[in-house]
């Protein structure tokens, strides 16, 4: 069961825009070292992050909205021309209605009738809307579709758990897709995706009481704290990470890779890439975003354009795990 | 801008199984209306519900996974055959990991490495998935994919609030889709989707305070109730609906259409098709189901399937609003 595509001609995918969201407020390792008791360098050794954001007064829709603007505008559209919008990460400000379609009011499309959905897999829902987005392209009844992803995961911070307080950072980021042009050889080459829920417990949340659903009115705020165990993440990824890469993308093809984008867990997870592709291609904003949860993926690949690190027509790989467990990879041209 | 397909050959899409769970606990009418010191018969003509199920020791993984268990014996292939498992539903056990995850492991399916995502919008994930799986055929890579919904929406029972408390029912339900053969005619004939989230609050939760996440330690049983205002959502879905279908279908080929499946959200988004339809082509469970959330849509056409009202070959239409505000269509040969 392999899901590479084994197409000669890539899907039908190019990025047009992107944009990304991060909160006012900046929260130093320092100041958080000091809050947990932790020796000083403690949160740049152990989880690689020096700095990251809080989300105070902005709400998740307002992030994506900002992103989302910012997308729009560097792929030349306005936003009425979108027609779909996917929120791709799972966080939301109100669980009733549909976080896409906060999303849509926030960009003032409140009456525009642009269908809103969410395509949601953990931190690897950007991946799978990217993949889903080239499919409906396929279809012939999308030209701009909106994916965006903005994450708000640290309300939550307990400071006796330095392994989830100091790593969680909050951001938004967005993309503007659309089906490349006849002289354009922007697309996806391969996908895949594989879920191991055996090993569901790696990252999960910290109870597995049935019952913790949102409606719940016995619901705590133990029971909706996320938590992982690092060395159990860290020994079940390495056992997946590099048959998976090699099942994604033939390892004899991988100099033709310009940027890999792991996911942006924690310096471990981007630290593993280097097993397999050479340190200078690596694409890690850990150090100054913490991990974003789903924006991470779409973060890392704005902060890339920005700083030059690719262009139009080099080849991107972003593959890595999620909560699920899953192991989730792509590869397209930009 | 309309989604509707324009092909005159339809997307490839078989519904080759259906399945369905209901939590064993039966509550009528009766019981409710004495508990909410209500008049007799209040529930059946307000809200047209006789009877619904509460979950209480069944886990939403729980019941996605029976479900799917009978859609997949229905279909005639065993679970490892699935090769991509869709959850249309926004109800979770945990937050994380990925719902889709939390089914494959009740399904006994944790080391089967098939991958899992959420596919959500409301009450309208199912036909959002039918359509993405069309989708995905087309590009080659999934020929088993299992869609399921299961809602657990009834552990907040707000007894001062009977528009919502008596309505709510828990179910899942499940189906297993798969690119039809040549010489089978099974397929989507036309979708439709259209949100306008300036009347996001017909249909909404309680707050709309930003931060009202998951992650929230602040989050009250207050923030997470849901409700809505029968008079404005009946307003606005008047005011949407006929125009929406007309769009979705073209009224002269009405006649082609043999089963029609509101959305199973209340006794008068049912009748409200009634203008268009005959009685007699449409198909509702809310009398014994209640409303079901995303679960609606396949749990009636499975009941629809179980009671002869539709076979192989005749046209079914499903049409409905969600949360959002949303309005999403399809029509497809079963």
Redesign the interface.
Known sequence: ?N?T?K?KRP?PMKIAGLGKYLPKRVVSSGELEEMCQLPEGWCARKQGVVERRWAE??????MAARASEQAAAEAGIVLDEI?L?INAS?????????Q???I??ELG??????????????CLGFI?ALD?A???F?????RKILITTAE??????DFSNPNVSTLMGDAAAAAIVVPPEETENCGIHATL????????DV???S??T??????????T?AD???DYNPENLQATAMKYNQKFLSKLWPMSNKDRVKLVIPNQASRFVIDMMKFVFPSDRIMGVIDRCGNTGAAGYPLALCFAVEEGRVSRGDMVLMSGI?????L?GIVFTY
């Not at 708000?152 to 911070?157: A, E, V």
């Not at 019952?211 to 009115?217: A, D, G, M, V, Y």
């Open positions: 069961m899901h595509l197409e899907l007064d902005e709400s998740i829709a307002f027609d919008i799972p966080s939301f400000d109100r669980a009733v209605p549909e896409g379609a906060q849509q009011k499309l409140g009456q525009s009738g642009i269908p809103c959905i969410s395509v949601t897999s953990a799978v889903l080239a499919s409906l396929l279809t012939g009844r999308y708000i995961t640290t309300y939550k911070k995706m594989e879920t191991y829920s055996a090993a569901s990252s999960s949340v109870r597995d049935a019952h913790n659903t949102l409606f719940n009115q016995r619901l705020s909706i704290g996320f999620g909560a699920g467990f899953s989730c």
